[in-house]
Structure formats: C-alpha cells, structure tokens
T-cell receptor, first 113, second 112 residues
Framework: NAGVTQTPKFQVLKTGQSMTLQCAQD?????MSWYRQDPGMGLRLIHY???????DQGEVPNGYNVSRSTTEDFPLRLLSAAPSQTSVYFC????????????FGPGTRLTVT | GQQLNQSPQSMFIQEGEDVSMNCTSS?????WLWYKQDPGEGPVLLIA?????ELTSNGRLTAQFGITRKDSFLNISASIPSDVGIYFC????????????FGTGTSLTVIP
C-alpha cells in the first residue's frame, strides 16, 4: 500500500490564482481530513469527510472547498489564493472515528506571493 | 477554536536523559493523542489515550491522560538521537465527531 499520497510536494502561486491540492489513499478509509500547519500554530483542521459524498467544515474552512466523489480521493481547492494561505497542508485518513488512527500524508508546501 | 497549550516549546538534552512534556486545555477532552513529526514528513501517531487517568506505554515512551481531562503528559526515557523531532499533542473534545485540535508542538534536540 502507498498509504496517503499528496501532490504536489511544493507549489508557488500568485495572489488570486486557483489550484487544487490532491490527496489519495489506498487503505479503503472512510474518514479523510485536511489540515494546515503554520509555524507556532500546530495543525488546524480545514475540512473533513466521513465518507464519499459527505463533507463538513473544520476550524479554518474559509477560502477552501472540498468534495469527496470517491472513497480514495479528497482534493482541496483554493478558489483565489491569498498570502495568508501560505502554509504546509497535510491530508490524513482513518478507518473511522476514534479510536481509529489517523495516517498523514507527506504534506504540500504552498507559498502564495 | 480550542486552545491547547503545549510546553516546553523546545528542549535541548543530552543523549540518555529523560524528557517530559505536557499539554493543557481550557476545556475537557475525550481523547488525547501524541504524535511525532520528522522534518518534511507528516505526523506519526505515538500513543493514544481514551480514559481519564489512563497511563499507556510504547517502548521508551509513556503518556498519561490527566485526571481532570484537561491535560496530558508525555515522557521519553533514555533519549537517543533518533528521538529528535517535533512532538505534538492532539485532543478531541466531546461531541465533535472526528475533530481533533493540535498543540503547538515541542521541538526536541538530542545531543550525542
């Protein structure tokens, strides 16, 4: 199993551009989440999904959209990038709610200029 | 959102020393998790705690779920160079589905 994969690994955007961060898992996990990690802030939940077709907002959802058309994929869309969205983005998946363990992808480092 | 205070922010220790770090919250949690993150990688789960007062070990690591449900502690005994990394706590409040809130991390440096 590849586990949780994320692409791209690095991305530079100009303010106002849009893009999609890709996340895929091959473990047949129902739960998937997107987090952003900023210096001194820890990880903050952006959006999460408890199964195909079901998504919900996390702690910091503004400026991001998600959809979950398949169990395997959970893309994160930035509609109009802003410098405040410069961050490292992590996707995670788990078999279900706790006590199931969350597995994290390697991250995407995004810079918005 | 929830505030999780993690301390210390960073630690520099000699190889072989023991390490202690903790996480406190202003509200109660149902679950506490401890993760380790290596540079350029995603966090990896070390220990999960599900009941107040629970004490769980994973090799040289021991973590406890505080009796008030507002704090948790992680201890590493006899540190080795590969313990270097950033350690995060994460907590799940009641009635929040799968939402976890993360601490700000403790950066550990082990000097050989």
């Amino acid at each position: 199993n590849a586990g949780v994969t994320q692409t791209p690994k690095f991305q530079v955007l100009k303010t106002g551009q849009s893009m999609t961060l890709q996340c895929a898992q091959d473990m047949n996990h129902e739960y998937m989440s997107w987090y952003r990690q900023d210096p001194g802030m820890g990880l903050r939940l952006i959006h999460y999904s408890v199964g195909a077709g079901i998504t919900d907002q996390g702690e910091v959802p503004n400026g991001y959209n998600v959809s979950r058309s398949t169990t395997e994929d959970f893309p994160l869309r930035l509609l109009s990038a802003a410098p405040s969205q410069t961050s490292v983005y992590f996707c995670a998946s788990s078999l279900g709610p706790q006590p199931y363990e969350q597995y994290f992808g390697p991250g995407t480092r995004l810079t918005v200029t | 959102g929830q505030q999780l205070n993690q301390s210390p922010q960073s630690m520099f220790i000699q190889e072989g020393e023991d390490v202690s770090m903790n996480c406190t919250s202003s509200s109660i949690f149902n679950t506490w998790l401890w993760y380790k993150q290596d540079p350029g990688e995603g966090p990896v789960l070390l220990i999960a705690l599900y009941k107040a007062g629970e004490l769980t070990s994973n090799g040289r690591l021991t973590a406890q779920f505080g009796i008030t449900r507002k704090d948790s502690f992680l201890n590493i005994s006899a540190s080795i160079p590969s313990d270097v990394g950033i350690y995060f706590c994460a907590g799940q409040p009641p009635n929040t589905g799968n939402q976890f809130y993360f601490g700000t991390g403790t950066s550990l440096t082990v000097i050989p």
